[in-house]
């Protein structure tokens, strides 16, 4: 078979003969890695996945059965508008690029390489948790979003492949050997370097670390250089899925913790094998500012440049914004200078990393304001809260100084006094990793987390996500 026919694809690889020799090369290696990295076990059973085989948003993709290495990593571009321009920064109003420009390729390059490390890197965090999922029908999320992160990687690859050359090519092989966690190798964003190994934490890096993802691609989606444009535009299709997962597991366990906790004589959810609240809050705690360091140093030279060039916009600029150039405008930026929280006036360019962090914030206290409201709906008396961005940053202008979850400059002796009340410690991760026992019998769900309102593609909780071959 050749490997047009085994990747779904309208860039018509078919006819692209260079371009198609080289993916070829790439291929093998790519199933190699996904072998090694990918989930650990399960390669031999039966997934009810979903597949894009189409940008129509009609009918994009269809769900079978699959054998994951089977799975067929598909290459999308949402359609081409031959009317398209750059919409923003200096090159307003050129032609969109069909082809890198000379000058930009460098910085270009590093984004695309930055954005496609991140999907094997998700990969291989989550290799473990195949042997502990609380039901089929979470497994089955699992695999998925594991197979759509190799398609965002092939995404990418085939943008460094078909308009980098050589380096594009170099590039792709070194995302396959780049290792999570791997202290000589490492993956290029710190996030994902950390340990993903039980289910709490996969839903909160679904929830705080795919969104992320999802505000990235967004600025992404409106780059003047129109392949990227078009394949991010796509993989955002995909995202949401990834999204939907991480906030609605955390409120599942939330949901669970609280019947717990009203069934225990002395209201412990841990007395009942469930995950009680504030141990959740930790781990949103750890999550969360984890995922904000994301976005970049709060004033960045790199991010007004990737702004004036046109290869990476802000948050929906087209439908969004009147003004497309952010020259001589202001934003207020809140500080941290000489020991000292205060506010200075800062170049907006300059200040787009924590414009986009500003709209991540924002959709993530919507998040803990819908899960606060399942904990009242209990009738619990409980609130979660997110913690303010500048707590445990490691990066940027807040990095090297300590601030309390709400954000209040404290001392460092003072953080690491509450350090085991705000984030999670040995004895809490070892905990909530002894609740993590598989549940594999059709229509079963550990105790820790409450069932889903419904299932996939219609089709019911009790169905059989899984056919285990063994
Ligand atoms: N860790 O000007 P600065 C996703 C580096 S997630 C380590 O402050 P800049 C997904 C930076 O590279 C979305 N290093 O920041 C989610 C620079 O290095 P150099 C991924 C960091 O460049 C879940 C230096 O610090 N996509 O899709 O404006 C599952 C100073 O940089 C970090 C993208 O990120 C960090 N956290 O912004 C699967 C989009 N932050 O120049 C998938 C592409 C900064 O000193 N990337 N640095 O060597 C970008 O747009 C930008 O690279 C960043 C950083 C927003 C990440």
Redesign the pocket.
């Known amino acids: 078979m050749s490997l047009s026919d085994s990747i779904p694809n309208n860039v018509d690889l078919s006819s692209d003969r260079k371009l198609l020799r080289a993916l070829e090369k790439w291929q093998p290696n790519f199933i190699q890695w996904w072998m090694d990295m990918g989930p650990d076990g399960y390669q031999e059973d039966e997934i009810y996945l979903r597949t894009a085989v189409d940008v129509d948003p009609k009918g994009w993709a269809t769900y079978e059965y699959v054998k994951m290495p089977d799975y067929r990593w598909g290459i999308f571009l949402t359609p081409r508008d031959e009317q398209r321009f750059v919409n923003f920064g200096d090159n307003k109003g050129a032609k969109a690029w069909e082809e890198v420009p000379g000058e930009l390729r460098g910085i270009l390059r ?3 390489v ?2 496609a ?3 094997p ?3 291989e965090q989550q290799r473990q948790l195949g042997k502990t999922a609380p039901s089929l029908y979470d497994l089955r999320s699992l695999f998925q ?1 594991n197979v759509e ?1 190799g398609r ?1 990687l092939w995404a990418m690859v085939h943008l460094l492949h078909q308009y980098f050359g050589r380096d594009g090519r170099e590039e792709a092989e070194a995302l396959l050997e780049r290792r999570s966690g791997d202290p000589d190798k490492p993956r ?5 370097n950390e340990k993903t190994d039980d289910w709490l934490s996969f839903f909160c ?2 929830m705080f ?9 967004a ?2 989606s409106e780059s003047g250089f129109d392949p990227l444009a078009r394949a991010t535009q796509f ?1 955002l299709t995909e ?1 949401s899925f ?1 999204l939907f997962t991480g906030e609605t597991g955390i409120e599942r366990i939330v949901q669970r913790s609280c019947e717990l906790q009203k069934q225990d004589p002395n209201g412990d959810a841990r007395a009942q094998g469930g995950i009680d609240l504030p141990t959740i809050q930790k781990w949103i705690n750890f999550w969360f500012s984890s995922a904000v ?14 702004f004036a060039t046109g290869l ?1 916009g802000r948050y929906r600029e087209a439908a969004k914004y009147d003004d497309h150039d952010a020259l001589g405008e202001i934003y207020d930026m809140e500080v941290f200078e000489d020991g000292k929280l205060g506010s200075r006036e800062v170049p907006l360019r300059n200040a ?2 924590e414009l ?1 962090r500003d709209e991540y914030v924002a959709d993530c206290t919507r998040a803990v304001r819908k899960w606060n409201h399942t904990i009242k709906k209990q009738g619990v008396d409980f609130q979660l809260k997110l913690p303010n961005r500048r707590f445990n940053r490691s ?2 202008m807040y990095a090297g100084a300590s601030f309390d979850l709400e954000g209040n400059p404290i001392t460092e002796e003072e953080f690491e006094k509450n350090r085991t009340k705000w984030l999670p410690t040995a004895a809490d991760r070892e905990y909530v990793c002894s609740l993590m026992t598989p549940v594999y019998e059709r229509g079963q769900i550990a105790n820790w987390i409450a069932p889903p309102k419904k299932g996939v593609d219609g089709k019911p909780f009790d169905f059989e996500y899984v056919k285990f071959n063994r």
């Open positions: 590093r984004i695309i930055t954005q490390d991140t999907e890197a998700s990969v979003v992160e965002h290029i964003l710190q996030t994902f890096f679904t670390t795919d969104r992320d993802g999802k505000f990235q691609l600025a992404l993989m995202e990834h360091e994301l976005f970049g140093g709060e004033i960045s030279s790199n991010a007004a440049d990737y990476k787009l990393n986009l990066m940027g």
